[in-house]
């Protein structure tokens, strides 16, 4: 996790520095729906390896942003989900989402 006194002075630069990976991203999005597990948000980010998958997931972990559920079962079942600071990035998914509504609506103009 990072430390207060690591984090840059600059709010954009933090924000840039924890989320600024499209697949972090693409993460966040899928999660805002709810929980999902390992193989279904494998199976939504078109191109990413297990490897980073694996990757992003334990940094979002340790931020704070995402919550790893593991269950005690054979095979053994996990399940991620946002934190509640994670759910506070939706104001930024839709921020995302509108703008490129619109970018998407003046290319076709």
Not at 32 to 41: A, C, P, S, Y
Not at 80 to 104: F, N, P, R, V
Request: hydrophobic letters at 40%; one cysteine or more.
């Amino acid at each position: 996790m990072l430390k207060k006194f690591d984090l840059p002075a600059c709010p954009v630069e933090i924000s840039l520095t924890l989320m600024g990976d499209r697949w972090k991203l693409l993460i966040v999005r899928d999660l805002l729906t709810g929980t999902k597990r390992f193989g279904e948000l494998r199976k939504s980010l078109n191109g990413i390896s297990q490897k980073v998958l694996t990757q992003h997931l334990r940094i979002m972990e340790e931020n704070g942003l995402i919550h790893r559920e593991v269950f005690a079962e054979v095979p053994p079942r996990v399940e991620y989900s946002l934190t509640e600071l994670g759910e506070s990035l939706k104001l930024i998914h839709d921020a995302m989402w509108q703008w490129g509504e619109k970018y998407k609506e003046n290319l076709s103009e």
